[in-house]
């Protein structure tokens, strides 16, 4: 078994039985998710921030970290183990984009992630088809190659399936 551990701004993909995609402590940052069920390749993105051109040096060297580039290389990864370019086929799940700062919403980057995700899959021709985004927590997310699966978990709410 070879798990994938995602930390801000990673992504990777995996098509190894038994192995998992995870990624922890997820606040207004976006988990995207994407599954072949065919090909049993699962990949997911730790996107932090909606736009690389709010620090392009930071682009060039994390390029996950944005929804603007992350999104892309991840479905380009998905490709090259083998799923299909048109994207026919990928399961696309949304999770986090919470607002954790207690009062201070001012930003709203939470939200902001969330719908520059979505842009970015229509631009790929994608949509999600589950989201557990939003609220005020934070989630600890892993996607699970064989299956397909998708675990949530926080302290004090326990764990959930999307």
């Given at each position: 078994m070879s798990n994938i551990v995602l930390g801000i701004g990673d992504y990777g993909a995996s098509d190894r039985p038994g192995s998992m995609v995870k990624t922890y402590a997820l606040g207004s940052c976006v988990a995207v998710t994407m599954y072949d069920p065919n090909l049993h390749v699962a990949g997911m993105v730790h996107v932090a921030?909606?736009?690389?051109?709010?620090?392009?040096?930071?682009?060039?060297?994390?390029?996950?970290?944005?929804?603007?580039?992350?999104?892309?290389?991840?479905?380009?990864?998905?490709?090259r183990l083998g799923c299909q370019r048109q994207g026919r086929g990928l399961v696309v799940k949304l999770l986090g984009g919470a607002s954790v700062m207690a009062g201070n919403d001012t930003f709203n980057i939470g939200k902001r992630n969330v719908l520059a995700v979505k842009k970015v899959l229509w631009g790929l021709g994608m949509g999600p088809v589950a989201e557990d985004v939003g609220a005020n927590y934070s989630r600890?997310?892993?996607?699970?190659?064989?299956?397909?699966?998708?675990?949530?978990?926080?302290?004090?709410?326990?764990?959930?399936?999307?």
């Open positions: 921030l909606p736009d690389s051109k709010l620090n392009r040096a930071k682009g060039a060297e994390c390029p996950g970290y944005f929804a603007d580039l992350g999104v892309p290389l991840l479905f380009e990864e998905m490709v600890t997310v892993s996607l699970y190659v064989d299956s397909g699966g998708v675990t949530v978990s926080c302290p004090g709410r326990g764990q959930w399936q999307i």
